[in-house]
């Protein structure tokens, strides 16, 4: 399956991207969050603190191990800048450094449900991530030379995300 997201060719004016799925992936937090307050950047910090999770696709599969985070900016107007740091765990035991930068609003009541780790459907926020790898595993050494985009959704247990391929 690919996503084809500017039909334009370079003589046209932009050149063409497409995406490629690579994999889905849950990850499942710690109940609450650990609210830092108020920093000098002007916004409050929040950080999400990641216990696990799975990601399965048809080139990468295993499970995020413990440890990692959501170190969350919280906007004035209810959004959230996010910044992640997880260790992925392939099925074959190689691991992956994953970091991605993102945002999600939506509005008040959706955001209100966010805070109380409540469930929110794809579609009812905007929530968008850019994604970057490095590995030492030489089976998967392309990952270390792509970028990758990512949409999501909330579960009761985390987030879910759709992570595709920038080709």
């Known amino acids: 399956m690919q996503a084809i997201v500017s039909t334009q060719t370079r003589g046209e004016g932009m050149v063409e991207i497409s995406l490629k799925p690579l994999f ?7 109940n609450g969050a650990t609210h830092i307050g108020p920093v000098p950047v002007g916004y409050l910090r929040r950080v999400v603190f990641v216990t696990g999770g799975r990601f399965a696709g048809e080139r990468l599969s295993g499970r995020i191990l413990p440890g990692g985070g959501d170190f969350l900016m919280m906007r004035p107007d209810g959004g959230m800048h996010l910044d992640v740091r997880l260790v992925l765990e392939t099925d074959a035991g190689e691991l992956i450094y994953m970091t ?3 945002r999600r609003h939506g509005p008040p009541e959706v955001m209100e449900r966010y805070k109380n780790s409540e469930a929110v459907a794809y579609g009812e926020d905007y929530f ?6 490095e590995t ?32």
Do not use: C, K, P
């Open 24 to 30: 889905t992936m849950q990850a499942d937090t710690a």
């Open 100 to 102: 991605y930068v993102g």
């Open 128 to 133: 968008r991530t850019i994604v970057q790898f």
């Open 136 to 167: 030492a595993a030489s089976r998967l050494a392309w990952l270390n030379g792509i970028l990758a985009i990512g949409a999501g959704y909330r579960t009761a247990e985390g987030a879910v995300y759709e992570i595709f391929e920038i080709e």
